[in-house]
């Protein structure tokens, strides 16, 4: 058992969309994700999915509205609701996500995007 | 689907040691604790525990050694061993917790502290 630090974990990696397991609860996973610019649009049929924003503002993109969540807050994407998040004005955004180990980031899309396995640092 | 600000949820409750529940994730919750002196030693048998903390130093003493987890710092406490939470100097430490909707913050103890469901705010 030890501490993990948010911010130094941040550090370890810098490409965009490209999330970094940091621990595992359960069955279910936290991950890191620097965000900028727009991703796709995508569902996660089985699971919910939570985006803490540690730092700058993240806009998730739902089909009837678009939700802004500053730093300090969070917001969780039911399943089955098709969302796409993004930044706005070319910001990095620093995001923690927890989610189930079995959660794809692209949900029900392959995309270019598309990782398989999230990189533990 | 909305954003949930962190600190304001902390503003709406104020006794130390009485989880509120701001979200739910899946079959886990999303917790807020005030932590202010020393809790009891405990384990969730079943359960893993995340802290992350958002305001102070927490100190999670362990039966071999004591973890101090300062602010933007989390640590996950795994199913099967005993813990006890602590703050020092009388410090009132701010923690978001990731767990089990089943876990009961007591675990395997019923003490006076033990609360059966926590508000949801």
Redesign the interface.
């Known amino acids: ?7 130094s974990k941040f550090e370890k990696f810098s490409k965009n969309w490209n999330p970094h397991q940091i ?4 069955d ?1 996973q ?1 991950l890191l994700a620097k965000l900028k610019g727009e991703f796709i649009w995508h569902t996660h049929e089985e ?4 985006f803490q924003v540690i730092k700058g503002t993240l806009y ?1 993109q ?1 089909r009837d509205k678009t ?4 730093e ?8 089955g ?1 098709e969302h796409c998040p993004m930044t706005k004005n070319d910001e990095e955004v620093h995001v923690m996500l ?3 180990l079995s959660v794809k980031h692209t949900g029900n899309v392959e995309s270019e995007l598309t990782v398989n396995s999230y990189p533990k640092i």
């Open positions: 058992m030890k501490s993990i630090n948010i911010n621990a595992v609860v359960d279910m936290v699971e919910d999915e939570l998730i739902f939700v802004e969540v500053k300090g807050e969070l917001i969780v994407v039911p399943k609701v927890f989610e189930k």
